[in-house]
């Protein structure tokens, strides 16, 4: 297994729980927010234009630090909404 995959879920798992006390303050209307959250349009084409070039090898070094930014935002954001779905889970149990 790659070394590098090894240390992203670690660096995930870690930041998904420094994000737990997070979940204290969320309420139903700002977990609804959350787990509905996306990226406007302009974002999302740049994302997939990014995506793009790096599975085809032609990212400058400024196009990959942005991609980068881009994938830990995404990562950020994953995690909060998978709290956000939790939160609301166990809401309506």
């Known amino acids: 297994m790659d070394g590098r995959l090894i240390l992203r879920i670690d660096v ?3 930041l998904d729980r420094l994000l737990d006390p997070l979940t204290e303050a969320l309420t139903p209307e700002s977990a609804c927010a959350l787990r509905d959250l996306r990226a406007d349009p302009e974002v999302e ?3 997939e234009e990014l995506r793009q070039k790096a599975n085809e ?3 400058t070094s400024v196009e990959d630090a942005e991609y980068k930014d881009f994938i830990e935002a995404v ?4 995690i909060m909404q998978a709290k956000a779905r939790r939160f609301l889970s166990r809401q309506a149990a």
């Open 12 to 14: 995930l798992s870690y």
């Open 45 to 47: 084409a740049r994302i």
């Open 57 to 59: 090898g032609t990212l």
């Open 75 to 78: 990562d950020l954001v994953s």
